[in-house]
């Protein structure tokens, strides 16, 4: 996670070239975008062994580690 003027935006490493499951284990960040000291829930990516930068869904992307 990198977070940053209250907000954090959830990465993650993966050797494969599709990790079907990881975008879902975001999903344990939301709670902490509720309550008092609430923090906004931005982008999202898996960085992993795809071709292209591609759409998972409308916040997060497969990220190629060619990129970096």
Do not use: H
Request: aromatic fraction near 6%.
């Amino acid at each position: 996670m990198i977070e940053t003027d209250g907000c954090v935006y959830p990465l993650a490493i993966r050797k494969s070239a599709q990790p079907v499951k990881e975008i879902k284990k975001f999903e344990i960040l939301k709670p902490i975008a509720e309550g008092e000291k609430a923090l906004r829930i931005g982008s999202g990516g898996v960085v992993c062994l795809a071709n292209d930068l591609l759409p998972v869904d409308a916040k997060n992307w497969y990220i190629p580690v060619g990129l970096l």
